[in-house]
């Protein structure tokens, strides 16, 4: 009770409008503002047409309640290019990070696990999804992208030869295993605006963090580490 107290009232004195976290024992405190951009992002992608439910993408009823967390209209997405690359477990994404996956799957992944290993990508290991929290679960740390269904954490790469490449040892693992992680992981940086990886810190050691979250003025910074 006493970190809830501290959290809240950080957010207080730094004037941010939303704040979450603070009623519940259960969920960590964090800091969280206003920011209208997402909800119009998430807007936008569902009138464009570009994110259909399919047997490998269910809409699920909205995410968050009161609190500064959620979705308006989350998807459970259980594998990506239409069924050929599972998510295990199903991921919780709003709507602009369905296109980003596919389209990171679609043009690094897929094509570096063919160069590497000469087999196709059939599935991916989601190590977290949509979960209402701080940054790095520090209590009264920023609210965490995975809090707005904004973020996708990956820990292992399966091959269609039963290769299993997990960021965890692959990272530092044979030279292949190196490389591929490195690509795809760059990779990612074309498609994501938030990408972190082992090199970036401790809390990113065994998966990469992708994310869709705006950074600077204009939003077009990206962080790629
Ligand atoms: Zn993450």
Redesign the pocket.
């Given at each position: 009770m006493y970190m809830s107290r501290v959290a809240c009232l950080l957010s207080l004195s730094v004037l941010l409008s939303a704040v979450s976290g603070c009623s519940s024992e259960r969920t960590p405190a964090f800091v969280a503002k206003s920011e209208p951009w997402q909800a119009l992002e998430e807007r936008q992608c569902l009138a464009s047409g570009m994110v259909r439910t399919s047997p490998f993408l269910n809409a699920r009823s909205s995410l968050g309640g009161p609190s500064a967390c959620g979705a308006e209209q989350p998807f459970e997405m259980s594998a990506a290019l239409g069924g050929r690359v599972r998510l295990t477990p199903a991921a919780t994404l709003r709507c602009p990070m369905i296109p980003a996956v596919d389209r990171w799957v679609a043009t690094v992944v897929e094509p570096a696990a063919r160069f590497h290993f000469g087999a196709s990508i059939v599935g991916m290991k989601v190590?977290?999804s949509y979960g209402c929290r701080p940054i790095n679960h520090k209590w009264g740390a920023k609210l965490?992208?995975?809090g707005l269904a904004n973020?996708?954490?990956i820990s292992e790469f399966r091959l269609a030869d039963g290769h299993k490449i997990s960021v965890k040892s692959g990272w530092w693992g044979s030279s292949r295993e190196r490389q591929f992680l490195r690509d795809v992981h760059r990779g990612a940086c074309d498609s994501f605006t938030t990408v972190?990886g082992p090199l970036a810190d401790r809390y990113?050691h065994d998966?990469l963090?992708?994310?869709l979250a705006r950074h600077g003025k204009n939003g077009t910074y990206r962080v790629c580490r």
């Open positions: 190590a977290a965490s992208q995975h973020a996708l954490d972190l990113h998966h963090h992708l994310d």
